[in-house]
């Protein structure tokens, strides 16, 4: 095997909007589905990251922040 190893499914947590938004971008490029708990964090500065990331094409299943 060479290069890094290839990003996996996981259920995240974020403690913090920086930390949040880095998992949600992770668990983009990762294979399988992701779960990320602490998308309230999101709201404080990065409130239109989840739709813009939709309208590139995204597929998100949110239920609330």
């Avoid at 971008?25 to 404080?44: C, P």
């Avoid at 989840?50 to 239920?63: I, K, N, P």
């Amino acid at each position: 095997m060479y290069g890094p190893a290839p990003l996996t499914a996981a259920h995240l947590v974020g403690e913090d909007i920086r930390a949040v938004a880095a998992l949600v971008i992770a668990a983009l490029a990762a294979e399988g589905t992701s779960t990320v708990h602490g998308l309230y964090h999101l709201q404080r500065g990065y409130s239109s990251l989840l739709s813009q990331l939709t309208a590139l094409g995204a597929e998100l299943g949110v239920d609330r922040y």
